[in-house]
């Protein structure tokens, strides 16, 4: 059966399409393969084959024969049941019939918790507080309560608590950031930024075949100067966390100085995909610093190639703050309070499988990316 895909979202490749008609073809002639039906299922993650019945079959295959498969707890799997309800229906119950059998294990609760949580959140909630309960020890389920909390303490509470637990996420200390940051916790901001710009450092970077680097008066300067790999990401998520901080204690200067520092790194992956942290940046310019926002937005545009970007740089060079709050609810509910800005969080909508900032553990819709990170 030919891949079958919605035309309301970006088109896959060629490759990707000759690649699932390959699959199928030799499904057929092994039906029982989990490997084949894993490359399948990957395959079938983009979210033009949204209205795929293929894909939905697949998903209820894996539910019910490999409800332990990693790829169930990342976007992957997600179907948007308002759009497509029939389908959703289809997992769902496959997803019920796993929970009748054995609700607290930590992998189907999991799994279907993120699957069900868009519909039904308070459901998806106590599957996790149930499970978390059972098996106090499994980090990765306090990870999944804060995707799946509304409370910033109780987010900040729930990832510690990951940490402590020796949780290998390698995105968990900058979600920690982030967390402290929205739970306005400045203390353990502080604490996690500095941590994190100490791990962005001792990280070696990438091997290049040229030289990165500005061209200025001292000459060209190469890798210390805008760092690459693993040492971009984390720096400059440590720069926005603790500009923020500075910013929160009325230390303008030094929210300056990481805004700047914050822009001062190459591309990695995730910050070619995911894109920049906007909180520092919204920040500021909520205090009237939007020359200062604009130069950094222009600076983005070195490792993150999105149309958006011009139109929050024209926004600040007229001297606005720039509509980030068009990505996120919580910012449009907040955009009138200047006296206390609150920063952008996770982008909600799922027409990308990417989202804004740091790649994170939300869920539902809010949740494209974190496969990648091994969710």
């Given amino acids: 059966m030919a891949a079958v895909p919605s035309h309301e979202f970006e088109p896959p490749s060629k490759t990707s399409l000759a690649k699932i ?15 084949l039906r894993d490359a399948l299922l990957f395959e079938y993650g983009h979210l033009h084959f949204q209205g795929d019945p293929e894909r939905v079959a697949q998903l209820v295959w894996h539910v019910r024969n490999r409800p332990d498969n990693r790829m169930l707890c990342t976007p992957i799997a997600w179907v948007d049941h308002e759009r497509f309800p029939d389908h959703y229906a289809e997992v769902a119950q496959a997803w019920e019939e796993q929970l009748a059998i054995d609700p607290l294990r930590p992998t189907i609760a999991r799994g279907a918790a993120r699957f069900l949580f868009d519909a039904n959140p308070d459901r998806a909630r106590t599957l996790l507080v149930d499970a978390a309960t059972a098996h106090p020890d499994e980090a990765q389920l306090w990870i999944d309560m804060d995707g799946s909390s509304k409370s910033p303490e109780e987010k900040l509470s729930c990832l510690q608590r990951a940490r402590s637990l020796g949780s290998p996420q390698p995105n968990l200390l900058s979600w920690l950031c982030q967390a402290a940051v929205e739970a306005n916790d400045l203390e353990w901001a502080a604490r996690y930024g500095n941590e994190l710009l100490a791990e962005s450092h001792a990280a070696e970077p990438l091997p290049t075949k040229h030289t990165f680097g500005t061209q200025d008066a001292t000459g060209l300067r190469g890798n210390t100067i805008r760092p690459q790999g693993r040492r971009a990401h984390s720096r400059h998520h440590a720069h926005s966390t603790l500009g923020v901080v500075a910013l929160r204690n009325g230390d303008t200067q030094s929210a300056l100085e990481h805004l700047r520092a914050s822009a001062a790194v190459d591309t990695d992956a995730r910050l ?5 942290s906007f909180e520092l ?16 937005l222009i600076d983005c545009k070195r490792f993150w190639k999105k149309p958006i970007l011009e139109q929050w740089i024209a926004e600040s060079s007229e001297g606005k703050t720039p509509t980030f709050a068009q990505t996120d609810a919580r910012l449009r509910a907040s ?19 990417l989202q804004h900032g740091n790649p994170s553990p939300g869920f539902g819709s809010a949740s494209f990316g974190p496969l990648a990170q091994g969710s």
Avoid: M
């Avoid at 008609?21 to 490997?35: H, I, V």
């Fill in 21 to 35: 008609e390959q699959l199928q073809r030799q499904l057929r002639e092994d039906p029982e393969s989990a490997k």
């Fill in 272 to 276: 070619s995909s995911y894109g920049p």
């Fill in 281 to 296: 940046a919204f920040e500021l310019s909520a205090h009237g610093f939007h020359n200062e926002v604009r130069d950094y």
């Fill in 335 to 353: 955009s009138t309070d200047r006296s206390r800005p609150v920063p952008p969080r996770r982008q909600s909508s799922p027409s990308a499988r």
